[in-house]
């Protein structure tokens, strides 16, 4: 069927470093969605000087090739991002 994404990523209970991403064009802007369990998980946009409350359930879009984001360690909880 066809998608308006252009990939899609899981990650579960990982860390996820400060980058870029390089696939990515600059003008479309990229749907993360935070999911798990009892965590209290932060995406950190240092180009913006912001972190952001990334618990269960929240929906966040950016444009990842222009904007640096990662996610620290986040203590307890299972997390799952789709991206």
């Given amino acids: 069927w066809p998608l308006s ?3 899609i990523e899981v990650i579960v209970n990982r860390e996820t470093p400060h980058h870029r991403d390089p ?3 600059p ?3 990229d749907l993360l969605v ?3 369990q009892d965590h209290q998980a932060v995406l950190d946009l240092p180009d913006l000087g912001a972190q ?3 618990r269960p ?5 950016i444009a990842g090739k222009v904007l640096e984001h990662g996610v620290p360690r986040w203590g307890d909880g299972e997390r799952i ?3």
């Avoid at 359930?57 to 879009?61: E, F």
């Fill in 27 to 29: 003008s479309v802007y």
């Fill in 81 to 83: 991002v789709i991206a």
């Fill in 52 to 54: 952001l409350g990334y």
């Fill in 5 to 7: 994404f252009s990939g």
């Fill in 34 to 36: 935070s999911l798990g």
């Fill in 57 to 61: 359930g929240t929906m966040v879009y």
């Fill in 23 to 25: 696939g990515a064009s």
